[in-house]
């Protein structure tokens, strides 16, 4: 049993890592801490847990940490995280962080779209955990970057067709919508209940700062550099996101050809399934579980390859992911704890 | 008084032309009819209208129609609509039409995308109801084609920038989400509250019916043909819609600029408001009212131009706007019996 | 028109009023204050009045307040309102204070379930606005205190069978569910969308300060003192209160005979509805309207009559009572201003 | 492994079903049936099981399922179930039916709620489901009757009162809401999104058919007839039911007596968590899960007691309990297949 730690975890990306982690055979969890909540029970956090995870919140203390467990998430929001991570490391732990300061590799763009880097020397060792793409160096990690819950949805869905030098790299456009999980656990009235049900809007149209880290991904699959127009939008549901991609084909491709093309992609990815045709990708079906799926349609009128995918944010998009990465550091079967079906209605 | 008619009232546009004309100062509801519901008191198949309106629905009867009204609005689903439309104008009776079976100018276009035409002749005559496009020629309409709720959405988000040409119209993408009353009231699996709710996904991809309606429009607007790839979306609320829409600009212009050329446009439309800078469209804000909101973003790294349109989809999506047409045709104030604020929260 | 200040506008109360008094016909609204928004256009802080109504927030001054508005609606949380609701009396205005500061008469037990109070002199005079049971000394009311949401629903619920002593008025249960908007607009963690949708949950149980406000009315209805468990619950729905109230009967009744009972008792009550037999109230149903929606069944296999009462709640039971109140107030059609039919769907 | 067939897998218990059993270590699904997708693949007919399960749906053929399957789940409308049940047990099967067609001990009563039964020599010898009271009895059954959802949770709420005589059980109410995935996957006017969403009412006030299911229960466990009052609600959210159940205690007893005696009962109940004081259930902690959480309050100033249970009406309320049971019956540890965390948010 290996012992993990999770630095963070009153957020919904904490409790989401204790509710797959809890399911892991070969895992168990010896250390959680929250700033907000420490000396409390986690299960008085989130009465989700009640009589299933017993850890006392602890303050977030790097030695501590260190005496309790042998591999580390940090679910931090991004600048704290990365005052905590070099001590991890140093120490000798592993380390999965789901936040946004190991996840670009050029501290100039990090500087640009977030603030000063404190730790830049670790940008070039650290591994972008994008398992469909960087397998191998995940398996060999010390500091694995766990990517962003919409860059997860619009790498997996432009791949394919980016590899294969597909479409017209500057027409690309990622329409993304996401669930209010996404937004956080903490008390904004942009957040509250009345605010986003019943509402739909636009937010960081233009400005998101997860531009640059869906950017470098594509670019590296298409060896090329790549910009996009990336527009997320706040949908009131609690977990998933939408990406619909747009491209302009370089050829008069059919959408049975790029079908094709993507199952053979995807063939042996256990946790991407291209749907049958005219099956959409729909949130409500990945939800809970760790499952991105795609679809495409062309329209024949204006030559244009629309690519659809759905992911639960909370999972594929965040802690399903890191799981994902953590078996690959620690040589467990990909899948382990993460064989749970979508929660379906 | 004028004497009004709602053919087709037992749907989600019926009822609210029902709630809207009710509070109209100049109209009196004379008839509703339902196929249907057809004996029933419409306040037993809507008891939200107890108490307050009090029609027994009618079977749909041309000259019981036309012995009651003097205008009519008919609310039928399309091929529907048309076999009873000629019949009202023959009796003299004025229209507006909220179907899809007079929107489209050529004949052959509706044919393609719907089914064979039975009043083609009258095509020509049909006045498209979009006001802050063909106000003028309402006016005067025996017949007007209420526009669908997408198509609403898309052309007062493009109208300005095709009016000067300052987009490529081979770049538009429209990426658009609705709330689930635009799927209708008949008892679908696909529209039951548990495949919907906490649910996402996109419909109709690069086939939905008002992808020639938008582009007609937008044809009209621009001078010269368009095409555009418009992908619907079903949003898990029940009214709304929001249009982002996607163009390659021709010069570099900035967003301050375009958004003094969307003030301007809009200057004297009562319905239409170009919100503050940085405040963008919310479903949320419009809803139970016959507002279309706007605004719009310039991403300068990629050139493009993102315009957010929202309406409500029964409002200025369907019967709002049936009744602002109306208020056009009889001489009235144009915005007579719309003055309710949208619900929020 | 009169001239309305509105104290506290900006919460969820505060943007009902507004919405509702932009469509009086007789006021004008000449001032609103918020401590938090001072200096804003009260547009940028609720976008849904764009274009509409465009007054700026003042801080709440009593004094400046009392230079712009003839009548002054107070939607302040307890405790805040009376600390300027003795001012604005003494300045000769009349008040419709929307808080629970002058709703129960015995001041004991208002601070035994609030706090010390202020102006307890007030208290025998303030009239509890609830127009179904005081509308004829609301009429001459300098303050009116205008009831809270649940105890109107509970109220209008229970008292034709309490006028007539039906019920064993020792057995009487209200298990009340609301809509979130009852929560107000602060940002607590309790409130977030996240927190609230997809759930279901009972609050204040055996303890909320509804409980002597309901009590009150009942025991002024019934001529004796009662007391009765309330149950609040919070529905992951924006507006909307539905109250199913509980009482043994006294004597063997139909269904039948009691509702004609309740036809009788609401049938010149413009904004009471009883509906037809076997439609039970939905809070769907009455959305945005000042309708409270009444029905009951009656279980002969236990003695018990079941009475359900559904109304917006910040409707009938905030802004649009308060608006009610002002009518009766300043002699006008007691309607006036709230004829809008509820928004379906 | 156990081959288990699935009799009736498109209706949303069938799929819980699916979900639950794909987890389950020690069984194997090799037979699924559905009279109207019979041919289809069942992972066309939920998308959420693509990739994952591969069954096709075979006709409702006794023989075929006998052949296939050791053990047979019928999740089929009541009427339907008991057209079939009578022959799986004459084949050798042992069944759990997830219908309400062997629930009731007395014919009479079955048919006086439902209509004639077809096989009523049956009732004597099926095993009502609910393990937390008839857990022995379940272990040897042939036919285990899977309680109903609403029953669940209003039985556990009062077992423990009622087991140690502690309320006048002339005073019982059931104020029940339950999420719209209790209405079945049939495409019905009244499950509509629109229809459900941002709405709540009650339904089978006073008549519907679960009230005998509960009096049985609550008797048996009190030993003695019990009459309540049951009212159902429904929720517009996918999952869960929360039950708050109202009695007038025979004596002064403390709140903190009560939740002893609640921990005391459920101590050794793996799915029954009685939670802290003064943490209410939600409907949103036990969602996905087989929990059922409890509480209670005590209002002294009336003298009555009020629990409040939560369960998610597929699991605990259907699929979990059938599976709980099904595990009793084949001598594997009772919560197998059955240990994944609820999914918050």
């Known amino acids: 049993m290996v012992k993990v730690a999770i630095v963070g975890a009153s957020g919904y990306t904490g409790v989401e890592l204790l509710r797959l982690l809890h399911a892991h055979p070969s895992v168990e969890i010896t250390c959680v801490t929250s700033r907000q909540n420490a000396g409390e029970d986690i299960a008085a956090v989130f009465p989700s847990l009640q009589g299933a995870i017993t850890q006392v919140c602890d303050a977030v203390d790097v030695e501590l940490v260190c005496a309790k467990a042998d591999f580390v998430f940090t679910a931090l929001p991004h600048q704290t995280a990365m005052a905590v991570v070099p001590s991890f490391l140093q120490?000798?732990?592993?380390?999965?962080?789901?936040?946004?300061?190991?996840?670009?590799?050029?501290?100039?763009?990090?500087?640009?779209?977030y603030q000063a880097h404190t730790s830049p020397e670790l940008l070039a060792e650290a591994v972008y955990g994008l398992p469909e793409i960087n397998r191998e160096q995940i398996v060999t990690a010390r500091l694995v970057a766990n990517p962003g819950c919409y860059p997860t949805s619009v790498a997996l869905a432009l791949k394919p067709l980016l590899e294969k030098n597909l479409v017209d790299t500057s027409t690309l456009v990622a329409d993304a919508k996401s669930g209010t999980s996404g937004a956080g656990r903490s008390a904004k009235l942009g957040s509250l209940f009345c605010e986003v049900n019943e509402g739909f809007?636009?937010?960081?149209?233009?400005?998101?700062r997860h531009t640059p880290e869906i950017e470098q991904t594509l670019s590296q699959v298409a060896g090329a550099p790549i910009r996009l127009t990336f527009t997320p939008h706040l949908l009131p549901i609690n977990r998933g996101i939408l990406s619909t991609c747009y491209g302009q084909l370089q050829a008069a491709?059919?959408?049975a050809d790029l079908h094709q093309l993507y199952?053979?992609?995807?063939?042996?990815?256990?946790?991407?399934?291209?749907?049958?045709?005219?099956?959409?990708?729909?949130?409500?079906?990945?939800?809970?579980s760790n499952f991105c799926d795609l679809n495409l349609a062309v329209d024949a009128r204006t030559g244009r390859v629309i690519v659809m995918a759905a992911i639960d944010n909370l999972v594929k998009g965040a802690a399903g992911q890191a799981l994902q990465n953590m078996n690959l550091m620690l040589g467990f079967e990909e899948g382990l704890g993460l064989g749970q079906l979508p929660l379906f209605p």
């Open 253 to 255: 491709l059919s959408a």
């Open 263 to 288: 199952r053979d992609t995807y063939a042996a990815e256990p946790f991407v399934r291209v749907l049958p045709d005219g099956v959409y990708p729909n949130v409500a079906y990945v939800r809970g």
């Open 91 to 113: 120490a000798g732990k592993r380390v999965v962080d789901l936040s946004a300061d190991y996840r670009l590799r050029d501290v100039a763009v990090y500087e640009q779209w």
């Open 201 to 208: 809007k636009a937010y960081g149209v233009a400005n998101h």
